[in-house]
């Protein structure tokens, strides 16, 4: 597995298929996707019930989820697009790899921290009739789960001290060394 594919798995990004429609109207060729980034050559688009071909009739930039048609899709034509998305991007989890140094758990909180923030930004906390949005309560869990990723991380680094007493007097220096550190109660 690589670490790349730990981060997704820890933070929960697995690919999730979604559906998108739109009506041509003659004149407008391009379309922002709801969801991006797309996983690349997961998409599928029809018009008029007639699969299309990239880079022949249209391109497709997986960041933005901007889908461009070479030429305006007739005016009441259906247009639906099939395609794969995730919350962050590859290239965006191998930036966060290589700010920790390829510490997927410290990445991984990163990460967590980054899909936080958009949460909060995005979401907000929204109440319309008896539907309720609370983006600030799924910020603040990410953000703890991001916490305890760096915790378990910090964890990694403690060693334990292994020293050998072969005399009484490297048995005091012990008992010093071990007063000094609070190992003893």
């Not at 140094?101 to 929204?126: C, F, G, H, P, S």
């Not at 789960?145 to 490297?170: C, K, N, P, W, Y």
């Amino acid at each position: 597995m690589t670490t790349l594919s730990q981060v997704r798995t820890i933070i929960a990004d697995q690919p999730n298929y979604h559906r998108a429609a739109a009506v041509g109207d003659g004149i407008s060729n391009q379309f922002h996707l709801p969801h991006h980034p797309l996983i690349a050559d997961s998409a599928t688009v029809t018009v008029a019930g007639v699969t299309k071909t990239e880079v022949t009739d249209y391109t497709l930039n997986d960041q933005l989820g901007l889908l461009v048609f070479a030429s305006a899709p007739a005016a009441d034509a259906a247009i639906v697009i099939t395609f794969q998305h995730t919350l962050l991007s590859d290239d965006d989890i191998e930036t966060f790899l290589a700010l920790q140094a390829d510490d997927v758990r410290l990445a991984a909180a990163m990460a967590l921290d980054t899909i936080a923030t958009n949460e909060a930004l995005v979401q907000k906390r929204i109440k319309l009739l008896d539907i309720t949005t609370d983006g600030p309560a799924v910020a603040k869990s990410l953000r703890e789960h991001a916490a305890q990723l760096r915790e378990e991380a910090d964890g990694d680094d403690d060693f334990d001290i292994a020293e050998m007493v072969t005399t009484g007097s490297a048995w005091e220096e012990r008992i010093f060394a071990q007063a000094q550190r609070g190992l003893l109660d």
